[in-house]
């Protein structure tokens, strides 16, 4: 049975310790609340498989859900479908632009050849000043999420919530 | 070959080539190649977790995904010799990096439609990390072997070094379990492997070495002396302080 929509409500509180601006659902990891008799079970699937947060978004959802009154709450892993950047919603990714993040351009789903050795040519707008005359530093940084590029306009270093 | 010890060799693999990468985290060359290979890291030693709970579970023996990587002898490991070898300098972690990403990532994405459905998510997931692992080494042997004298020459060497344990990686799956649907011919990636290393490697300038003499063990418990040390300074802390939890 689908749970009450008060326990959706906060568990849609509970936001990413690492993106403070993006709430679980937000970032489509909350796959389903149920209620199964007197448990509350959410079903949540990983970002990336080592990403230190869950645990930490894990014991989060499960004191969200005991304030809002549940007594029993369980957390169940789930990997199929494989989480994606193109669950991010349009009001969410203009959060993140406001915070400061670049949200995933394009759709990951996209992407078919396994190695491409040509640059790519994908444009990634500065969050600060929205500049395209960007460059990616690396695809790896901070988190496993993000990326770091670099705004050659205003001469900022910033952050870039890859595709995925 | 029962599915546990299957997930074992997987889950192996990831394992102690995550702990090789995370050697370079502090030493890096540049601040952000420190922190990409630290990335990958994290990304394997996730996936190994994910690997070897699975193999606990379908194993029945209450083991965890901590008993079987802080518990295990190195006789009782199943990853392939490659992935164990010392980091050596930048150019060889990078091509041992680039050699092992490409088979990985042909592989995850084959064990996505496996039978088995909680392999299949775990490499549904994984697959989509290794992808960003074959972009990045990849985009370093062409830097690195298109680059100087010095960084091609060295990156050829680690080729022609790591070369003789590629074998291993084709080496047989058990084929009950290919027949069932929920393992991989590691022996049908070979050929796709070598068109997308030799598209690489000629790239980059670089020569791809003969095949000849194949090492092989590791899949069957017989490792290079560097297993040992690795597994020491791995798993002390677990064995000095059995049980310990922060």
Known sequence: MRAREDYWNAVGEVLDPEVPVLSVVDLGIVRDIREEGDVVVVDVTPTYSGCPAMQVIEDDITAALHQAGASDVRINTVFQPAWTTDWISEDARQRLRAYGIAPPSGSAAAETELITLRRRVETIACPRCGSSNTEQRSEFGSTACKAIWFCNACHEPFEYLKAI | ?246
């Open chain 2, 1 to 246: 070959m029962a599915l546990s010890e299957y997930l074992l060799r997987l889950g192996d693999d990831r394992l102690i080539l995550g702990h090789r990468l995370s050697e370079w985290c502090g030493h890096g060359p540049i601040l952000e190649e420190d922190i990409a290979l630290a990335n990958i890291s994290l990304d394997l030693i996730g996936q190994a977790n994910l690997l070897l709970e699975l193999a606990g579970k379908v194993e029945g023996q209450g083991r965890t995904a901590d008993t079987l990587a802080y518990f295990r002898e190195g006789v009782e490991f199943r990853n392939a010799q490659i992935v164990e070898l010392p980091r050596g300098d930048f150019a060889f972690t990078i091509a041992r990096q680039f050699l092992v990403s490409v088979f990985e990532a042909l592989q995850l994405e084959k064990l996505q439609s496996s039978k088995n459905a909680d392999l299949a998510g775990i490499a549904a997931k994984a697959f989509k990390e290794t992808r960003y692992h074959v972009r990045h080494s990849a985009g370093w042997m062409l830097k690195l072997g298109d680059g100087t004298t010095e960084s091609h020459d060295r990156t050829q060497i680690a080729i022609d070094d790591l070369w003789r344990f590629t074998g291993e990686l084709f080496g047989n799956t058990d084929e009950t379990l290919v027949e069932q649907g929920i393992a991989v011919d590691c022996v049908s990636l070979r050929e796709p492997w070598k068109r997308e290393v030799a598209r690489v490697l000629q790239a980059a300038t670089l020569t791809m070495p003969d095949d000849g003499f194949m090492q092989r063990g590791g899949r069957e418990g017989r490792h290079t002396e560097h297993l040992g040390h690795l597994l020491a300074e791995m798993q002390i802390v677990a064995r000095s302080f059995p049980g310990a939890e922060w």
